[in-house]
Nanobody, 124 residues
Framework: QVQLVESGGGLVQAGGSLRLSCAAS????????MGWFRQAPGKEREFVAA????????YYADSVKGRFTISRDNAKNTVLLQMNSLKPEDTALYYC?????????????????WGQGTQVTVSS
């Protein structure tokens, strides 16, 4: 089993920044791509960003490209999401997830393990 625990969410004004962290324990995640997803109230869960198992490739949703940066430290079993220039529409519950693949993917069905989420609220 893999346990994923997100942290770093909070309330921030539009234009501000937050850094989300995902700590993995249990079975290793270093052989798999990792991703961040988000879900706003009344909406479906959507892809935000993904990083390949060695961190050489990244993939972003168009809505966050240029503002968010995903990174990972396999030695620490940690995945980060740096979020800059935040907008009210970024408000959501953010989830960390482990893929079943080594390469990047934005498909929700490719992810087998999920954290409980951390809330991000951006005020206008």
């Amino acid at each position: 089993q893999v346990q994923l625990v997100e942290s770093g969410g909070g309330l921030v004004q539009a234009g501000g920044s937050l850094r989300l962290s995902c700590a993995a324990s249990g079975r290793t995640v270093s052989s798999y791509a990792m991703g961040w997803f988000r879900q706003a109230p009344g909406k479906e869960r959507e892809f935000v960003a993904a990083i390949s198992y060695r961190g050489f490739s990244t993939y972003y949703a168009d809505s966050v490209k240029g503002r968010f940066t995903i990174s990972r430290d396999n030695a620490k079993n940690t995945v980060l999401l740096q979020m800059n220039s935040l907008k009210p529409e970024d408000t959501a519950l953010y989830y960390c997830a482990r893929s079943n693949r080594g390469g990047v993917t934005g498909a929700l069905g490719d992810y087998a393990y999920w954290g409980q989420g951390t809330q991000v609220t951006v005020s206008s």
